[in-house]
């Protein structure tokens, strides 16, 4: 019998942050984060569990070792410990967004971790538990498992923390246009950053609620100025919780992109910004405005990935090795 599969996953972007834990080891978020796969950009990740000696991990071609193999392998060990198996895996992980373009790439990287060792395994497993593995290794990952635009439900435990659709891909056509400022790794991980908590958690807390009302409301609606106005709002709400924080992702170029969205909304062309944890922007907008946000911007001299909605995490026939 081959244990031996491979899946394809997106990444994503949120348009209501996750930013804060209430459970560090289950990853339990502290609140609901909404978000759209980016169905341009993709990870592909085989895995096969066969008599190795050892756990052989290769992300982009170079072999993964330190803190990014360990956490590769504890989430092998979660499969084996499910299926009962004991067996040393190989895995080779494709990304087709360069790791140094500043996109996150943990959230489509687990994914498609998780879809892969389930099959491989036969697990069967239904979309929610999927999910819930995913998120249990990196929160965001969860979002990348069912269709198009979804929402991660925060629960209270491991079994009801994971991720449902909201939309399907096609349900409605927005683009992001990611304005690449700084290729260079992070230095303050996600994992580490959210780790320093401020009061402004709580005050972020007390307004995400109204945000995911509105995104939500947007993305059912097909109203980007509903859901940009509200991702726009959010991402400035994480932003300032960061900040007293100490963590300040933006670089000049920043800023000066979040005033160019401003004022092209000012000259009637619609377009809003959102930022994870690092200084690219990531301008949505509807196809009939992207020419001229992408000319504007370019003027500017960025570097610019483009993308609409991107379907659920797959197995797919083809094989990395
Ligand atoms: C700013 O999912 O990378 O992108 O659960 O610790 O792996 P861990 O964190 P991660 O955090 C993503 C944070 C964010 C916002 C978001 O995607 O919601």
Redesign the pocket.
């Known amino acids: 019998m081959k244990f031996k599969s491979t899946a394809i996953a997106h990444p994503?972007i949120?348009f209501v942050?996750?930013?804060g834990k209430k459970d560090e080891n289950l990853?339990i978020p502290l609140n609901n984060?909404i978000?759209m796969n980016l169905g341009n950009l993709w990870t592909k990740t085989t895995v096969e569990f066969n008599d190795f000696d050892e756990d052989v991990v290769t992300i982009n071609k170079n072999v993964a070792e330190g803190t990014a193999k360990e956490r590769v392998i504890k989430h092998l060990d979660r499969f084996r410990n499910l299926s009962g198996i004991e067996l040393k895996a190989k895995v080779v992980s494709e990304n087709n967004f360069p790791m140094s373009s500043g996109i996150?790439s943990?959230?489509s990287g687990f994914a498609a971790l998780t879809m892969s060792c389930a099959n491989a395994l036969k697990l069967n497993l239904s979309e929610k538990e999927l999910s819930i593995l995913a998120r249990l290794g990196?929160?965001?990952?969860c979002r990348s498992i069912p269709n198009g635009f979804t929402e991660w439900l925060t629960g209270t435990c491991n079994d009801d923390s994971y991720a449902v659709s909201l939309a399907p891909a096609e349900h409605f056509e927005i683009y992001d246009l990611i304005i690449i400022v700084k290729k260079e790794k992070k230095e303050i991980s996600?994992?580490t950053g959210?780790q320093k908590f401020n009061p402004y958690f709580y005050a972020r807390l007390a307004e995400v609620n109204e945000n995911l009302n509105f995104v939500r409301k947007g993305i059912i609606e097909r109203n980007l100025k509903t859901l940009g106005t509200y991702a726009e709002k959010d991402c400035i709400s994480?932003h300032t919780t960061m900040m007293n924080s100490g963590l300040f992702y933006w670089e000049p170029e920043t800023l000066k992109i979040m005033k160019e969205v401003w004022n092209l909304r000012k000259n009637g062309i619609e377009c809003y910004f959102t930022i994870?944890?690092g200084p690219n922007v990531h301008i949505l907008c509807l196809k009939d405005n992207k020419a001229e946000i992408r000319e504007k911007i370019g003027e500017l001299n960025f570097e610019i990935l483009e993308s609409k909605p991107g379907g659920k995490t797959m197995v797919i026939e083809e094989s990395l090795f």
Request: glycine share 4%; hydrophobic share 40%; net charge positive.
């Open positions: 994503n949120a942050k996750y930013w990853r984060s978000s996150a943990s959230a990196s929160g965001s990952a996600s994992t959210m994480m994870d944890a």
